[in-house]
Protein backbone atom coordinates (compact mmCIF):
# COMPACT_ATOMS: atom_id res chain seq x y z
CA UNK A 1 0.00 0.00 0.00
CA UNK A 2 2.81 2.25 1.01
CA UNK A 3 4.57 1.27 -1.89
CA UNK A 4 1.85 2.21 -4.24
CA UNK A 5 0.82 5.77 -2.59
CA UNK A 6 4.66 6.60 -2.95
CA UNK A 7 4.54 5.13 -6.78
CA UNK A 8 2.03 8.10 -6.93
CA UNK A 9 3.99 10.65 -5.35
CA UNK A 10 7.11 10.04 -8.08
CA UNK A 11 4.91 9.89 -10.87
CA UNK A 12 3.19 12.55 -9.81
CA UNK A 13 7.00 14.74 -9.63
CA UNK A 14 6.48 15.05 -13.87
CA UNK A 15 3.08 15.83 -15.94
CA UNK A 16 2.30 12.57 -18.42
CA UNK A 17 4.40 12.39 -21.57
CA UNK A 18 7.65 14.33 -20.25
CA UNK A 19 10.50 13.34 -21.95
CA UNK A 20 14.09 14.65 -20.05
CA UNK A 21 16.63 16.20 -22.05
CA UNK A 22 19.26 13.33 -23.07
CA UNK A 23 22.43 16.06 -22.96
CA UNK A 24 23.71 18.92 -21.58
CA UNK A 25 26.60 21.15 -20.06
CA UNK A 26 26.89 22.75 -16.56
CA UNK A 27 29.73 24.75 -15.85
CA UNK A 28 31.83 25.30 -12.51
CA UNK A 29 34.95 27.00 -11.29
CA UNK A 30 37.72 25.11 -9.79
CA UNK A 31 38.22 25.55 -5.89
CA UNK A 32 41.18 25.93 -4.34
CA UNK A 33 40.00 22.98 -2.02
CA UNK A 34 39.99 20.29 -4.90
CA UNK A 35 43.42 21.06 -5.95
CA UNK A 36 46.83 19.50 -4.64
CA UNK A 37 50.34 19.94 -4.39
CA UNK A 38 51.33 19.35 -7.88
CA UNK A 39 49.01 22.85 -8.66
CA UNK A 40 46.09 20.60 -10.52
CA UNK A 41 42.70 19.26 -9.59
CA UNK A 42 43.26 16.56 -7.50
CA UNK A 43 42.04 13.53 -9.42
CA UNK A 44 39.74 12.37 -6.51
CA UNK A 45 37.45 15.72 -7.24
CA UNK A 46 36.10 14.87 -10.50
CA UNK A 47 33.42 12.65 -9.45
CA UNK A 48 31.44 15.27 -7.54
CA UNK A 49 31.42 17.04 -10.67
CA UNK A 50 30.36 14.36 -12.61
CA UNK A 51 27.56 14.34 -10.47
CA UNK A 52 27.04 18.05 -10.78
CA UNK A 53 26.45 17.08 -14.53
CA UNK A 54 23.76 14.27 -13.73
CA UNK A 55 22.04 16.52 -11.33
CA UNK A 56 21.57 19.64 -13.72
CA UNK A 57 21.17 17.32 -16.38
CA UNK A 58 17.77 16.40 -14.60
CA UNK A 59 17.17 19.75 -13.55
CA UNK A 60 17.08 20.75 -17.10
CA UNK A 61 14.08 18.28 -17.69
CA UNK A 62 12.26 19.88 -14.61
CA UNK A 63 12.87 18.53 -12.20
CA UNK A 64 15.64 18.08 -9.26
CA UNK A 65 17.39 15.05 -7.92
CA UNK A 66 16.19 16.54 -4.51
CA UNK A 67 12.47 15.69 -5.33
CA UNK A 68 13.51 12.49 -6.40
CA UNK A 69 14.79 11.30 -3.00
CA UNK A 70 11.31 13.09 -1.34
CA UNK A 71 9.41 10.66 -3.65
CA UNK A 72 11.40 7.78 -2.85
CA UNK A 73 13.86 7.41 -6.11
CA UNK A 74 17.72 6.85 -5.09
CA UNK A 75 19.79 6.81 -7.42
CA UNK A 76 23.47 5.57 -6.92
CA UNK A 77 26.73 4.77 -8.56
CA UNK A 78 27.81 1.23 -8.94
CA UNK A 79 30.40 1.93 -11.35
CA UNK A 80 32.66 4.92 -12.40
CA UNK A 81 35.55 5.32 -14.53
CA UNK A 82 37.35 8.67 -15.37
CA UNK A 83 40.63 8.91 -17.77
CA UNK A 84 42.71 12.16 -17.10
CA UNK A 85 44.05 13.16 -20.56
CA UNK A 86 45.59 16.48 -19.60
CA UNK A 87 45.63 18.52 -15.97
CA UNK A 88 42.67 20.87 -15.06
CA UNK A 89 43.81 23.62 -12.77
CA UNK A 90 42.72 26.03 -10.34
CA UNK A 91 40.69 28.75 -11.10
CA UNK A 92 39.68 27.41 -14.58
CA UNK A 93 36.25 27.41 -15.32
CA UNK A 94 35.41 23.73 -16.13
CA UNK A 95 32.21 22.44 -18.61
CA UNK A 96 30.64 19.23 -17.35
CA UNK A 97 29.14 17.82 -20.49
CA UNK A 98 26.92 15.03 -19.80
CA UNK A 99 25.10 12.28 -21.99
CA UNK A 100 22.50 9.59 -21.01
CA UNK A 101 23.90 7.08 -23.29
CA UNK A 102 21.45 4.54 -22.74
CA UNK A 103 18.68 3.93 -19.65
CA UNK A 104 17.04 0.45 -18.92
CA UNK A 105 14.96 -0.14 -16.52
CA UNK A 106 16.70 -0.19 -13.51
CA UNK A 107 19.94 1.78 -14.43
CA UNK A 108 21.64 4.16 -16.25
CA UNK A 109 24.83 4.90 -18.49
CA UNK A 110 26.51 8.42 -18.73
CA UNK A 111 28.77 9.67 -20.42
CA UNK A 112 30.77 12.71 -19.64
CA UNK A 113 33.51 15.13 -21.19
CA UNK A 114 35.42 17.54 -18.48
CA UNK A 115 36.13 20.43 -20.81
CA UNK A 116 38.43 23.37 -19.73
CA UNK A 117 36.69 26.57 -21.13
CA UNK A 118 38.71 29.56 -19.62
CA UNK A 119 42.11 29.49 -18.19
CA UNK A 120 43.47 32.53 -16.71
CA UNK A 121 40.97 35.09 -18.40
CA UNK A 122 41.20 33.27 -22.04
CA UNK A 123 38.38 31.30 -23.39
CA UNK A 124 39.80 28.01 -24.51
CA UNK A 125 38.14 24.59 -25.12
CA UNK A 126 40.46 21.91 -23.95
CA UNK A 127 39.02 18.24 -23.60
CA UNK A 128 40.78 17.01 -20.25
CA UNK A 129 39.25 14.16 -18.84
CA UNK A 130 36.41 11.67 -20.29
CA UNK A 131 34.26 9.53 -18.12
CA UNK A 132 31.47 7.39 -17.70
CA UNK A 133 29.15 6.06 -14.89
CA UNK A 134 26.33 3.31 -14.81
CA UNK A 135 23.78 4.30 -11.73
CA UNK A 136 21.27 2.12 -10.32
CA UNK A 137 17.67 2.81 -9.31
CA UNK A 138 17.02 1.96 -5.04
CA UNK A 139 14.39 3.03 -2.88
CA UNK A 140 14.42 4.18 0.47
CA UNK A 141 15.92 1.19 2.16
CA UNK A 142 18.61 0.64 -0.66
CA UNK A 143 16.43 -2.25 -2.26
CA UNK A 144 16.59 -1.92 -6.24
CA UNK A 145 13.80 -0.77 -7.63
CA UNK A 146 12.26 0.15 -11.07
CA UNK A 147 13.73 3.51 -12.42
CA UNK A 148 10.14 6.26 -12.82
CA UNK A 149 9.02 5.60 -16.33
CA UNK A 150 9.95 9.11 -17.80
CA UNK A 151 13.24 8.38 -16.44
CA UNK A 152 13.61 4.73 -17.97
CA UNK A 153 13.17 2.82 -21.10
CA UNK A 154 15.25 5.22 -23.22
CA UNK A 155 17.22 3.19 -25.93
CA UNK A 156 20.61 2.69 -26.00
CA UNK A 157 21.76 5.88 -28.46
CA UNK A 158 24.27 5.10 -31.53
CA UNK A 159 27.66 6.52 -29.46
CA UNK B 1 5.47 6.73 23.57
CA UNK B 2 7.88 6.64 21.62
CA UNK B 3 10.09 8.77 22.31
CA UNK B 4 10.19 6.92 26.01
CA UNK B 5 10.88 4.10 23.73
CA UNK B 6 13.78 5.43 22.40
CA UNK B 7 15.17 7.37 25.44
CA UNK B 8 15.04 3.53 26.79
CA UNK B 9 17.30 2.55 23.76
CA UNK B 10 19.93 5.30 24.12
CA UNK B 11 20.08 4.42 27.94
CA UNK B 12 20.67 0.78 27.18
CA UNK B 13 23.40 2.25 24.70
CA UNK B 14 25.47 2.04 28.56
CA UNK B 15 25.65 0.49 31.63
CA UNK B 16 24.71 2.76 34.81
CA UNK B 17 27.42 4.43 36.16
CA UNK B 18 29.19 4.82 33.09
CA UNK B 19 31.47 8.24 33.06
CA UNK B 20 33.48 8.65 30.00
CA UNK B 21 36.95 9.97 29.39
CA UNK B 22 37.01 13.86 29.38
CA UNK B 23 40.72 13.96 27.18
CA UNK B 24 42.05 11.47 24.63
CA UNK B 25 43.92 11.96 21.64
CA UNK B 26 43.50 9.95 17.93
CA UNK B 27 46.49 9.88 15.23
CA UNK B 28 45.96 9.95 11.54
CA UNK B 29 48.42 10.74 8.71
CA UNK B 30 47.92 13.46 6.33
CA UNK B 31 46.66 12.54 3.04
CA UNK B 32 47.48 13.95 0.32
CA UNK B 33 43.94 14.85 -1.66
CA UNK B 34 43.80 16.81 1.99
CA UNK B 35 47.06 19.03 0.83
CA UNK B 36 46.79 22.04 -1.31
CA UNK B 37 48.95 23.64 -4.29
CA UNK B 38 50.92 25.40 -1.32
CA UNK B 39 51.64 22.16 -0.53
CA UNK B 40 50.24 21.65 2.78
CA UNK B 41 46.84 20.28 4.30
CA UNK B 42 44.59 22.83 3.34
CA UNK B 43 42.71 24.80 6.06
CA UNK B 44 38.94 23.09 5.31
CA UNK B 45 40.84 19.72 6.20
CA UNK B 46 40.95 20.22 9.81
CA UNK B 47 37.32 20.07 10.95
CA UNK B 48 36.96 16.43 9.84
CA UNK B 49 40.02 15.90 12.03
CA UNK B 50 38.59 17.05 14.98
CA UNK B 51 35.44 15.39 14.05
CA UNK B 52 38.08 12.04 14.41
CA UNK B 53 39.18 13.85 17.61
CA UNK B 54 35.59 13.64 19.11
CA UNK B 55 34.55 10.29 17.86
CA UNK B 56 37.09 8.08 19.38
CA UNK B 57 37.17 9.92 22.72
CA UNK B 58 33.28 8.62 22.45
CA UNK B 59 34.69 5.50 21.54
CA UNK B 60 37.52 5.27 24.01
CA UNK B 61 34.42 5.76 26.27
CA UNK B 62 32.74 2.36 25.14
CA UNK B 63 30.13 3.68 22.69
CA UNK B 64 30.64 4.63 19.07
CA UNK B 65 28.78 7.78 17.48
CA UNK B 66 27.22 5.43 14.77
CA UNK B 67 25.71 3.33 18.39
CA UNK B 68 24.36 6.90 19.43
CA UNK B 69 22.57 7.42 15.91
CA UNK B 70 20.73 4.33 15.97
CA UNK B 71 19.70 5.55 19.29
CA UNK B 72 18.08 8.87 17.97
CA UNK B 73 21.27 10.71 19.73
CA UNK B 74 22.49 13.53 16.80
CA UNK B 75 25.68 15.52 17.92
CA UNK B 76 25.55 18.68 15.60
CA UNK B 77 28.17 20.92 15.59
CA UNK B 78 27.22 24.74 16.37
CA UNK B 79 30.61 26.47 16.78
CA UNK B 80 34.08 26.20 15.30
CA UNK B 81 36.73 27.91 15.68
CA UNK B 82 40.71 27.05 14.61
CA UNK B 83 43.53 29.08 15.15
CA UNK B 84 46.01 27.60 12.47
CA UNK B 85 49.87 28.54 14.12
CA UNK B 86 52.07 26.42 11.82
CA UNK B 87 51.72 24.49 8.45
CA UNK B 88 51.15 20.51 8.59
CA UNK B 89 52.09 19.03 5.59
CA UNK B 90 51.15 15.65 3.91
CA UNK B 91 52.48 12.56 5.13
CA UNK B 92 52.51 14.00 8.34
CA UNK B 93 50.99 11.69 11.35
CA UNK B 94 49.34 13.96 13.75
CA UNK B 95 47.79 13.95 16.87
CA UNK B 96 44.09 15.39 17.58
CA UNK B 97 44.06 15.81 21.25
CA UNK B 98 40.71 16.20 22.09
CA UNK B 99 39.37 17.67 25.63
CA UNK B 100 36.03 18.33 26.98
CA UNK B 101 36.18 21.42 28.37
CA UNK B 102 32.06 21.76 29.45
CA UNK B 103 29.32 19.70 29.19
CA UNK B 104 25.57 20.72 29.80
CA UNK B 105 22.39 19.54 29.41
CA UNK B 106 22.15 20.59 25.70
CA UNK B 107 25.74 20.94 24.39
CA UNK B 108 29.35 20.11 24.59
CA UNK B 109 32.47 22.53 24.42
CA UNK B 110 35.58 20.31 23.33
CA UNK B 111 39.69 22.22 23.18
CA UNK B 112 41.32 20.60 20.27
CA UNK B 113 45.09 20.42 19.60
CA UNK B 114 46.24 19.23 16.35
CA UNK B 115 49.70 18.37 16.88
CA UNK B 116 52.07 16.75 14.30
CA UNK B 117 53.84 14.18 15.89
CA UNK B 118 56.16 12.41 13.33
CA UNK B 119 57.67 14.08 10.04
CA UNK B 120 59.57 12.16 7.23
CA UNK B 121 60.40 9.26 9.67
CA UNK B 122 61.83 11.73 12.31
CA UNK B 123 59.47 12.27 15.50
CA UNK B 124 58.72 15.67 16.42
CA UNK B 125 56.29 17.16 18.70
CA UNK B 126 54.93 20.39 17.33
CA UNK B 127 51.13 21.88 18.41
CA UNK B 128 50.34 23.32 14.89
CA UNK B 129 46.75 24.17 15.54
CA UNK B 130 44.83 24.85 18.58
CA UNK B 131 40.77 24.68 18.05
CA UNK B 132 37.08 24.68 20.15
CA UNK B 133 34.06 23.38 18.68
CA UNK B 134 30.30 23.67 20.81
CA UNK B 135 28.19 20.68 19.69
CA UNK B 136 24.42 20.47 20.58
CA UNK B 137 22.42 17.02 20.78
CA UNK B 138 19.21 17.53 18.42
CA UNK B 139 16.67 14.36 17.47
CA UNK B 140 15.88 12.76 14.29
CA UNK B 141 13.94 15.55 12.88
CA UNK B 142 16.64 18.58 14.00
CA UNK B 143 14.95 19.49 17.70
CA UNK B 144 17.57 20.33 20.23
CA UNK B 145 16.86 17.72 23.14
CA UNK B 146 18.95 16.46 26.27
CA UNK B 147 21.79 14.49 25.85
CA UNK B 148 21.98 11.07 27.38
CA UNK B 149 22.71 11.17 30.99
CA UNK B 150 26.40 9.73 30.78
CA UNK B 151 27.24 12.45 28.48
CA UNK B 152 25.49 15.78 30.07
CA UNK B 153 26.48 17.44 33.19
CA UNK B 154 30.36 17.44 33.03
CA UNK B 155 31.06 20.59 35.32
CA UNK B 156 33.19 22.87 33.20
CA UNK B 157 36.37 22.10 33.89
CA UNK B 158 39.13 25.10 35.31
CA UNK B 159 40.85 25.26 32.09
CA UNK C 1 66.86 41.46 -6.44
CA UNK C 2 64.61 38.76 -7.11
CA UNK C 3 62.27 39.90 -4.57
CA UNK C 4 62.39 43.24 -6.40
CA UNK C 5 61.58 41.74 -9.03
CA UNK C 6 58.87 39.87 -8.16
CA UNK C 7 57.59 43.35 -5.95
CA UNK C 8 56.90 44.81 -9.67
CA UNK C 9 55.25 41.94 -10.88
CA UNK C 10 53.19 42.06 -8.45
CA UNK C 11 52.74 45.47 -8.24
CA UNK C 12 52.22 45.44 -12.22
CA UNK C 13 49.02 43.09 -11.76
CA UNK C 14 46.81 46.19 -10.94
CA UNK C 15 47.02 50.17 -11.92
CA UNK C 16 48.04 51.96 -9.52
CA UNK C 17 45.33 53.91 -7.49
CA UNK C 18 43.40 50.33 -7.95
CA UNK C 19 40.88 50.05 -4.51
CA UNK C 20 39.27 46.85 -4.37
CA UNK C 21 35.71 46.42 -3.42
CA UNK C 22 35.12 45.69 0.44
CA UNK C 23 32.18 43.81 0.12
CA UNK C 24 30.48 41.08 -2.09
CA UNK C 25 28.44 38.47 -2.63
CA UNK C 26 28.85 35.22 -4.43
CA UNK C 27 26.58 32.07 -5.47
CA UNK C 28 26.67 28.74 -5.16
CA UNK C 29 24.65 25.49 -5.13
CA UNK C 30 25.15 23.04 -2.04
CA UNK C 31 26.65 19.41 -3.42
CA UNK C 32 25.32 16.23 -2.75
CA UNK C 33 28.54 15.11 -1.96
CA UNK C 34 29.20 18.22 0.50
CA UNK C 35 25.94 17.17 2.51
CA UNK C 36 26.13 14.06 5.45
CA UNK C 37 23.79 11.39 6.31
CA UNK C 38 21.82 13.74 8.63
CA UNK C 39 20.93 14.88 5.14
CA UNK C 40 22.32 18.53 5.66
CA UNK C 41 25.63 20.16 4.43
CA UNK C 42 28.42 18.93 6.42
CA UNK C 43 30.26 21.53 8.71
CA UNK C 44 33.62 20.99 7.13
CA UNK C 45 32.01 21.96 3.78
CA UNK C 46 31.67 25.44 4.88
CA UNK C 47 35.54 26.88 4.74
CA UNK C 48 35.65 26.41 0.79
CA UNK C 49 32.58 28.57 0.75
CA UNK C 50 33.95 30.94 2.79
CA UNK C 51 37.31 30.72 0.16
CA UNK C 52 35.07 31.44 -2.35
CA UNK C 53 33.51 34.01 -1.16
CA UNK C 54 36.97 35.70 -0.67
CA UNK C 55 38.20 35.12 -3.97
CA UNK C 56 35.49 36.03 -5.60
CA UNK C 57 35.43 39.00 -3.79
CA UNK C 58 39.17 39.57 -5.24
CA UNK C 59 37.84 38.80 -8.78
CA UNK C 60 35.24 41.33 -8.42
CA UNK C 61 38.18 43.34 -8.05
CA UNK C 62 40.21 42.41 -11.54
CA UNK C 63 42.21 40.34 -9.89
CA UNK C 64 41.93 36.56 -9.48
CA UNK C 65 43.68 35.00 -6.33
CA UNK C 66 45.86 32.67 -9.25
CA UNK C 67 47.37 35.59 -10.30
CA UNK C 68 48.19 36.45 -6.89
CA UNK C 69 50.18 33.16 -6.58
CA UNK C 70 51.87 33.61 -10.13
CA UNK C 71 53.23 36.99 -8.13
CA UNK C 72 54.60 35.23 -5.34
CA UNK C 73 51.42 36.79 -3.09
CA UNK C 74 49.84 33.54 -1.01
CA UNK C 75 47.10 33.91 1.28
CA UNK C 76 47.06 31.44 4.26
CA UNK C 77 44.13 31.35 6.66
CA UNK C 78 45.31 31.76 10.11
CA UNK C 79 41.76 31.64 11.97
CA UNK C 80 38.19 30.48 11.48
CA UNK C 81 35.54 30.88 13.09
CA UNK C 82 32.13 29.59 11.49
CA UNK C 83 28.94 29.83 13.59
CA UNK C 84 26.12 27.63 12.40
CA UNK C 85 22.58 28.65 13.45
CA UNK C 86 20.10 26.37 11.46
CA UNK C 87 20.71 23.69 8.86
CA UNK C 88 21.65 24.32 4.91
CA UNK C 89 20.10 21.40 2.91
CA UNK C 90 21.19 19.18 -0.01
CA UNK C 91 20.71 21.39 -3.17
CA UNK C 92 20.05 25.01 -1.70
CA UNK C 93 21.32 27.68 -3.67
CA UNK C 94 23.70 29.72 -1.04
CA UNK C 95 25.12 33.57 -0.83
CA UNK C 96 28.66 33.75 0.59
CA UNK C 97 28.24 37.51 1.66
CA UNK C 98 31.85 38.07 2.52
CA UNK C 99 32.85 41.75 3.81
CA UNK C 100 36.40 42.99 4.20
CA UNK C 101 35.80 44.14 8.44
CA UNK C 102 39.86 44.88 8.62
CA UNK C 103 43.10 45.04 6.75
CA UNK C 104 46.42 45.79 7.95
CA UNK C 105 50.17 45.78 6.61
CA UNK C 106 50.39 41.71 6.52
CA UNK C 107 46.90 40.74 6.86
CA UNK C 108 42.96 40.84 6.95
CA UNK C 109 40.20 39.62 8.61
CA UNK C 110 37.12 39.06 6.38
CA UNK C 111 33.64 38.26 8.02
CA UNK C 112 30.92 36.27 6.34
CA UNK C 113 26.88 35.27 6.43
CA UNK C 114 25.97 31.97 4.74
CA UNK C 115 22.53 32.68 3.40
CA UNK C 116 20.11 30.36 1.64
CA UNK C 117 18.28 32.19 -0.77
CA UNK C 118 16.43 29.15 -2.60
CA UNK C 119 15.38 26.22 -1.50
CA UNK C 120 13.17 23.70 -3.40
CA UNK C 121 12.77 26.02 -5.94
CA UNK C 122 11.26 28.55 -3.73
CA UNK C 123 12.94 32.56 -3.33
CA UNK C 124 13.64 32.65 0.79
CA UNK C 125 16.22 34.91 2.56
CA UNK C 126 17.87 33.17 5.95
CA UNK C 127 20.67 33.42 7.07
CA UNK C 128 22.08 30.03 8.00
CA UNK C 129 25.71 30.52 9.43
CA UNK C 130 28.26 33.51 10.19
CA UNK C 131 31.67 33.37 9.75
CA UNK C 132 34.81 35.17 10.53
CA UNK C 133 38.61 34.59 9.20
CA UNK C 134 42.29 36.40 9.21
CA UNK C 135 44.16 35.59 6.68
CA UNK C 136 48.21 36.15 6.34
CA UNK C 137 50.27 37.11 3.26
CA UNK C 138 53.52 35.11 2.55
CA UNK C 139 55.75 34.37 0.57
CA UNK C 140 56.65 31.41 -1.93
CA UNK C 141 58.40 29.98 0.99
CA UNK C 142 56.03 30.48 3.72
CA UNK C 143 57.28 33.49 5.36
CA UNK C 144 55.27 36.17 6.30
CA UNK C 145 55.75 39.01 3.85
CA UNK C 146 53.71 42.73 3.23
CA UNK C 147 50.40 42.41 1.26
CA UNK C 148 50.23 44.12 -2.00
CA UNK C 149 49.64 47.97 -1.48
CA UNK C 150 46.22 47.59 -2.98
CA UNK C 151 45.22 44.83 -0.76
CA UNK C 152 46.64 46.47 2.27
CA UNK C 153 46.08 49.05 4.53
CA UNK C 154 42.33 49.09 4.29
CA UNK C 155 41.22 50.84 7.95
CA UNK C 156 39.33 48.70 9.79
CA UNK C 157 35.68 49.87 9.42
CA UNK C 158 33.11 50.37 12.09
CA UNK C 159 31.00 47.36 12.39
CA UNK D 1 72.79 18.71 -15.57
CA UNK D 2 70.19 19.20 -13.30
CA UNK D 3 68.63 16.26 -14.68
CA UNK D 4 72.14 13.74 -13.58
CA UNK D 5 72.03 15.02 -10.50
CA UNK D 6 68.00 14.69 -10.06
CA UNK D 7 68.01 11.18 -11.09
CA UNK D 8 71.28 10.54 -8.77
CA UNK D 9 69.06 11.78 -5.88
CA UNK D 10 66.43 9.78 -6.87
CA UNK D 11 68.08 6.14 -7.16
CA UNK D 12 69.44 7.13 -3.49
CA UNK D 13 66.28 7.13 -2.43
CA UNK D 14 66.96 3.20 -2.16
CA UNK D 15 69.66 0.98 -1.99
CA UNK D 16 70.35 -1.06 -5.02
CA UNK D 17 68.69 -4.05 -5.80
CA UNK D 18 65.49 -3.32 -3.79
CA UNK D 19 62.45 -5.04 -4.98
CA UNK D 20 59.19 -2.79 -3.65
CA UNK D 21 56.19 -5.26 -2.28
CA UNK D 22 53.42 -6.20 -5.50
CA UNK D 23 50.85 -6.39 -3.04
CA UNK D 24 49.62 -4.76 0.63
CA UNK D 25 46.71 -3.79 2.27
CA UNK D 26 46.15 -1.11 4.73
CA UNK D 27 43.22 -0.07 7.24
CA UNK D 28 40.99 2.43 7.81
CA UNK D 29 38.02 4.07 9.62
CA UNK D 30 35.00 5.73 7.46
CA UNK D 31 34.53 9.27 8.37
CA UNK D 32 30.96 10.70 8.93
CA UNK D 33 32.47 13.76 6.38
CA UNK D 34 32.83 10.86 4.05
CA UNK D 35 29.23 9.99 4.36
CA UNK D 36 26.48 11.25 2.32
CA UNK D 37 22.35 11.57 2.83
CA UNK D 38 21.84 7.93 1.48
CA UNK D 39 23.89 6.98 5.14
CA UNK D 40 26.69 5.48 3.60
CA UNK D 41 30.31 6.69 2.04
CA UNK D 42 29.85 8.58 -1.03
CA UNK D 43 31.24 7.20 -4.09
CA UNK D 44 33.48 9.95 -4.59
CA UNK D 45 35.23 9.47 -1.12
CA UNK D 46 36.80 5.86 -2.81
CA UNK D 47 39.51 7.79 -5.10
CA UNK D 48 40.87 9.27 -1.90
CA UNK D 49 41.44 5.62 -0.49
CA UNK D 50 42.84 3.73 -3.08
CA UNK D 51 45.78 6.62 -3.19
CA UNK D 52 46.00 5.72 0.56
CA UNK D 53 46.54 2.08 -0.95
CA UNK D 54 48.87 2.92 -3.26
CA UNK D 55 51.13 4.86 -0.78
CA UNK D 56 51.39 2.61 1.84
CA UNK D 57 52.17 0.08 -0.33
CA UNK D 58 55.05 2.27 -1.45
CA UNK D 59 55.92 2.60 2.17
CA UNK D 60 55.77 -0.91 2.74
CA UNK D 61 58.77 -1.32 0.18
CA UNK D 62 60.61 1.61 2.72
CA UNK D 63 60.25 4.74 0.43
CA UNK D 64 57.15 7.50 1.70
CA UNK D 65 55.17 9.29 -1.95
CA UNK D 66 56.56 12.60 -0.10
CA UNK D 67 60.00 11.23 -0.47
CA UNK D 68 59.27 10.90 -4.32
CA UNK D 69 58.19 13.92 -4.56
CA UNK D 70 61.06 15.34 -3.01
CA UNK D 71 63.43 13.64 -5.74
CA UNK D 72 61.44 14.64 -8.76
CA UNK D 73 59.37 11.45 -8.80
CA UNK D 74 55.79 12.84 -9.25
CA UNK D 75 53.04 9.73 -9.76
CA UNK D 76 49.62 10.98 -11.44
CA UNK D 77 46.37 9.03 -12.05
CA UNK D 78 45.53 8.35 -15.82
CA UNK D 79 42.48 6.62 -15.61
CA UNK D 80 40.37 5.67 -12.32
CA UNK D 81 37.59 2.73 -12.55
CA UNK D 82 36.03 1.70 -9.64
CA UNK D 83 32.72 -1.71 -9.15
CA UNK D 84 30.65 -0.12 -6.26
CA UNK D 85 29.01 -3.59 -5.11
CA UNK D 86 27.80 -2.79 -1.74
CA UNK D 87 27.20 0.26 0.63
CA UNK D 88 30.20 1.01 2.89
CA UNK D 89 28.99 2.37 5.73
CA UNK D 90 29.98 5.05 8.23
CA UNK D 91 32.33 3.73 11.18
CA UNK D 92 33.09 0.57 9.06
CA UNK D 93 36.86 -0.33 9.01
CA UNK D 94 37.47 -0.98 5.86
CA UNK D 95 40.87 -2.45 3.97
CA UNK D 96 42.47 -1.20 1.11
CA UNK D 97 44.00 -4.21 -0.79
CA UNK D 98 46.35 -3.12 -2.90
CA UNK D 99 47.92 -5.46 -5.93
CA UNK D 100 50.84 -4.25 -8.89
CA UNK D 101 49.21 -5.60 -12.12
CA UNK D 102 51.71 -4.38 -14.51
CA UNK D 103 54.66 -2.18 -14.34
CA UNK D 104 56.27 -0.68 -17.13
CA UNK D 105 59.04 2.25 -18.57
CA UNK D 106 56.63 4.98 -17.47
CA UNK D 107 53.39 3.20 -15.84
CA UNK D 108 51.65 1.14 -13.45
CA UNK D 109 48.46 -0.37 -13.28
CA UNK D 110 47.52 -1.31 -10.31
CA UNK D 111 44.10 -3.38 -9.00
CA UNK D 112 42.39 -2.87 -5.48
CA UNK D 113 39.43 -4.42 -3.57
CA UNK D 114 37.72 -2.28 -0.68
CA UNK D 115 36.72 -4.76 2.04
CA UNK D 116 34.81 -4.00 5.43
CA UNK D 117 36.81 -6.16 7.73
CA UNK D 118 34.55 -4.55 10.32
CA UNK D 119 30.70 -3.25 11.67
CA UNK D 120 29.40 -2.18 13.95
CA UNK D 121 32.08 -3.74 16.68
CA UNK D 122 31.85 -7.41 14.44
CA UNK D 123 34.54 -8.34 12.61
CA UNK D 124 33.33 -9.31 8.86
CA UNK D 125 34.78 -9.55 5.04
CA UNK D 126 32.61 -8.03 2.65
CA UNK D 127 34.09 -7.10 -0.96
CA UNK D 128 32.12 -4.17 -1.25
CA UNK D 129 34.04 -2.36 -4.08
CA UNK D 130 36.96 -3.53 -7.16
CA UNK D 131 39.34 -0.61 -8.63
CA UNK D 132 41.53 -0.43 -11.17
CA UNK D 133 43.96 2.38 -11.54
CA UNK D 134 46.92 3.36 -14.46
CA UNK D 135 49.49 5.98 -12.52
CA UNK D 136 52.00 7.53 -14.84
CA UNK D 137 55.51 9.09 -13.99
CA UNK D 138 55.65 12.80 -14.54
CA UNK D 139 58.37 15.44 -13.79
CA UNK D 140 58.44 18.52 -11.88
CA UNK D 141 57.11 20.29 -14.71
CA UNK D 142 54.71 17.35 -15.65
CA UNK D 143 56.04 15.90 -18.43
CA UNK D 144 56.29 12.31 -18.78
CA UNK D 145 59.47 11.03 -17.32
CA UNK D 146 60.46 7.21 -16.77
CA UNK D 147 60.27 5.56 -13.51
CA UNK D 148 62.87 5.12 -11.22
CA UNK D 149 64.71 1.69 -11.97
CA UNK D 150 63.42 0.06 -8.53
CA UNK D 151 59.85 0.72 -9.43
CA UNK D 152 59.14 0.10 -13.49
CA UNK D 153 59.70 -2.77 -15.28
CA UNK D 154 57.59 -4.93 -12.95
CA UNK D 155 56.51 -7.64 -15.49
CA UNK D 156 52.41 -8.20 -16.06
CA UNK D 157 51.16 -10.64 -13.38
CA UNK D 158 49.81 -13.81 -14.49
CA UNK D 159 45.78 -12.35 -12.69
Known amino acids: ?53 RTELLRAGGVSYAQLEHAGVFLVVTRLEVRYRR ?28 VVVERGGSVREEVCAVASTTIACVDRDGRVRELPAWLAGVPASAT
Open 1 to 53: MRGHAERNRQDAVLPAGFTPPREGATRLRVRYSECDPMNVAHHGAYPAWLELG
Open 87 to 114: PVLYDDVIEVRTRVKAAGRVKIDHEYEV
